[in-house]
């Protein structure tokens, strides 16, 4: 069974940083897209970070490109998203989604889409405080 258990969030000021953690268990990163997205009540889940772990591609939306880095650690099954220069905009739930099928991303990698991925996590809270 395939379960993703996202981790890290939390509340903090704007300018401030977090790291979450999405740990994968009866799931191998290896050669997976992997995403993290982000949903605030009323509003559809947006894609913020994907990567594909097959060739350490990655992928941002405009609104966190700059900010937020994507990256794995295959030793420990487990995806990163570090979060700087929070911003009250980011105050969100967020989630980390893997594929089943082990398949590269497009080129170019334009779009991060839930309907792309199989499994997902349940949520971590991050809040940000002006």
């Known amino acids: 069974q395939v379960q993703l258990v996202e981790s890290g969030g939390g509340s903090v000021q704007a300018g401030g940083s977090l790291r979450l953690s999405c740990t994968a268990s009866g799931y191998k990163y290896n050669s997976h897209l992997i995403g993290w997205f982000r949903q605030v009540p009323g509003k559809e889940r947006e894609g913020v970070a994907g990567i594909w772990t097959g060739g350490d591609v990655t992928y941002y939306a405009d609104s966190v490109k700059g900010r937020f880095t994507i990256s794995q650690d295959n030793a420990k099954n487990t995806i990163y998203l570090q979060m700087n220069d929070l911003k009250p905009e980011d105050t969100a739930m967020y989630y980390c989604?893997?594929?089943?099928?082990?398949?590269?991303?497009?080129?170019?990698?334009?779009?991060?889409?839930?309907?792309?991925?199989?499994?997902w996590g349940q949520g971590t809270q991050v809040t940000v405080s002006s």
């Open positions: 989604a893997g594929d089943r099928t082990p398949l590269p991303p497009p080129h170019p990698w334009k779009t991060l889409s839930s309907s792309d991925f199989d499994y």
